[in-house]
């Protein structure tokens, strides 16, 4: 999830530069608004991952499980059909991931052991 995160954020308005004929400030701004969606997409996700949780225990790992699905496919049909609204789709399942995926790394290790699995998640980021 963090490399495609941090591959979006960070290649996307070079795409568009060089692949869709924009200028920089089109790029820029078109890659602010699908920024927006993280805005969204994280408390809504983490809304829809406890909502799961409550019916399944697994349900936060089926949802991230099923977020980094869709976002590895609709980035990838995004970026091979020059598509911005599928980009934007996939930016936020992407941005759906990291909202439950803390919150089940947390449910999962040991209670001694959580400080060290979360430094060592936002150390993978």
Same mark, same amino acid.
Request: charged fraction near 10%; aromatic fraction near 16%.
């Given at each position: 999830?963090?490399?495609?995160?941090?591959?979006?954020?960070?290649?996307?308005?070079?795409?568009?530069?060089?692949?869709?004929?924009?200028?920089?400030?089109?790029?820029?701004?078109?890659?602010?608004?699908?920024?927006?969606?993280? *805005?969204?997409?994280?408390?809504? %996700?983490?809304?829809? !991952?406890?909502?799961?949780?409550?019916?399944? /225990?697994?349900? =936060?790992?089926?949802?991230?499980?099923?977020?980094?699905?869709?976002?590895?496919?609709?980035?990838?049909?995004?970026?091979?059909?020059?598509?911005?609204?599928?980009?934007?789709?996939?930016?936020? *399942?992407?941005?759906?991931?990291? %909202?439950?995926?803390? !919150?089940?790394?947390?449910?999962?290790?040991? /209670?001694?052991? =959580?400080?060290?699995?979360?430094?060592?998640?936002?150390?993978?980021?």
């Amino acid at each position: 999830g963090a490399v495609l995160l941090q591959t979006q954020l960070y290649w996307t308005s070079s795409l568009f530069v060089r692949f869709m004929g924009m200028t920089p400030a089109q790029a820029g701004t078109i890659n602010g608004y699908m920024m927006f969606c993280g *805005f969204i997409s994280y408390p809504l %996700s983490g809304w829809l !991952a406890d909502r799961w949780a409550e019916k399944d /225990l697994r349900g =936060r790992m089926y949802f991230c499980a099923i977020m980094q699905v869709l976002a590895c496919l609709t980035t990838v049909a995004g970026v091979m059909m020059l598509n911005i609204p599928l980009l934007a789709l996939a930016m936020f *399942f992407t941005f759906c991931i990291p %909202s439950a995926q803390v !919150a089940f790394t947390q449910e999962i290790v040991p /209670l001694f052991n =959580r400080a060290t699995a979360y430094g060592g998640y936002v150390l993978t980021l």
